[in-house]
C-alpha cells in the first residue's frame, strides 16, 4: 500500500480569518458587526420559505415542526459520542455491552441512530488502529458525533483512507508503529461505526467527565488518538 508523502490537505476548509474589521461611519474600526441592514432572501431562500409556508398552510407540517427538526439536530455533538467512551473506560460491563451489542447500547444510553442504522463499535487497542470512512457518499453517525466535517465528504478523504490510511492518520498527528494493524471500514446507509479509542496512560483514577473532554471527534473516526492529559 502506498505511502505517499502528499499532504493533501483535505481537511482545510480553506477559511482564514479576516484581517478587516467592522468601521463605524466616521471611519473608526470596532470589532463587532452591531446592527445590520435587512438582506434580500436569494432565490432559493425565497423558495424553500414559500414552500415551507404552503406545507403549513395545506396542513402537512405543523408551524414549529422544522424549528424543532432544527433544535434537535443542533443536538447531535461529538460530546454524545465522547461520553460513551469516556464510560467504556471506567465501566467494563458497559464496555463490554457496548461492543457486544451496540445499538441497544447506544439507544439505551438516550442516542437514536439516524435512519435507523445499524451501529458497530470497534476497539482500537495497541495492536489495531481501526478507521471509518464513507466510499460513496458521507454516512456517519451524527446522533454521537454531529454533522460530518468537510474533509470527511471530501472525495480527497473517501479515495486515499482507503490506498492510503497510514499517510492520512499522520495529517491529522497520528504516527503507528510499523506492527500496528490498520484496518479501514467502509460506513453505508444502513451501518455506521463508531471507534473506541485508547484510553491515554496517566488517566487513572480519572472521572468521565474529566475523560470525555479527552475523547475528540476525530478519534472516533479513527483518523486521530484520544488527547493526552495537560492537552485537552
Not at 502506498?2 to 470589532?31: A, C, N, Q, V
Not at 439536530?73 to 467504556?88: D, I, T, Y
Not at 453517525?141 to 492518520?169: C, H, I, N, Q
Not at 497520528?174 to 455506521?192: A, P, Y
Request: with cysteine; glycine share 8%; aromatic share 6%.
Amino acid at each position: 500500500m502506498s505511502e505517499g508523502k502528499d499532504r493533501g490537505g483535505f481537511y482545510d476548509t480553506g477559511w482564514r480569518p479576516s484581517d478587516d474589521l467592522h468601521r463605524d461611519e466616521d471611519g473608526r474600526p470596532h470589532d463587532h458587526p452591531g446592527l445590520q441592514e435587512d438582506v434580500v432572501l436569494g432565490v432559493r431562500a425565497s423558495r424553500a420559505l414559500a414552500m415551507h409556508e404552503l406545507l403549513v398552510e395545506k396542513g402537512v407540517i405543523g408551524s414549529g415542526e422544522v424549528d424543532d427538526a432544527i433544535e434537535r439536530w443542533s443536538e447531535r455533538v461529538p460530546s454524545n459520542g465522547a461520553s460513551l467512551v469516556a464510560k467504556a473506560w471506567t465501566d467494563p460491563e458497559f464496555k463490554a455491552r457496548l461492543l457486544e451489542h451496540p445499538k441497544e447500547t447506544v439507544v439505551e444510553s438516550g442516542f437514536v441512530p439516524e435512519h435507523n442504522a445499524d451501529i458497530i463499535v470497534l476497539e482500537n487497542t495497541s495492536e489495531v488502529q481501526h478507521m471509518v470512512v464513507c466510499t460513496l457518499c458521507s454516512c456517519y453517525p451524527t446522533a454521537l458525533l454531529g454533522p460530518p466535517p468537510d474533509w470527511y465528504k471530501s472525495f480527497s478523504y473517501r479515495s486515499r483512507a482507503v490506498t492510503e490510511p497510514r499517510a492520512v492518520m499522520a495529517e491529522f498527528g497520528l504516527e503507528l508503529e510499523d506492527d500496528v494493524e490498520v484496518r479501514v471500514v467502509d460506513s453505508n446507509s444502513e451501518l455506521r461505526f463508531l471507534v473506541l479509542p485508547r484510553r491515554p496512560d496517566g488517566t487513572e483514577g480519572w472521572s468521565e467527565e474529566r475523560l470525555a473532554a479527552l475523547v475528540t471527534r476525530d478519534s472516533m473516526i479513527g483518523v486521530s488518538g484520544a488527547l493526552e492529559p495537560g492537552k485537552d
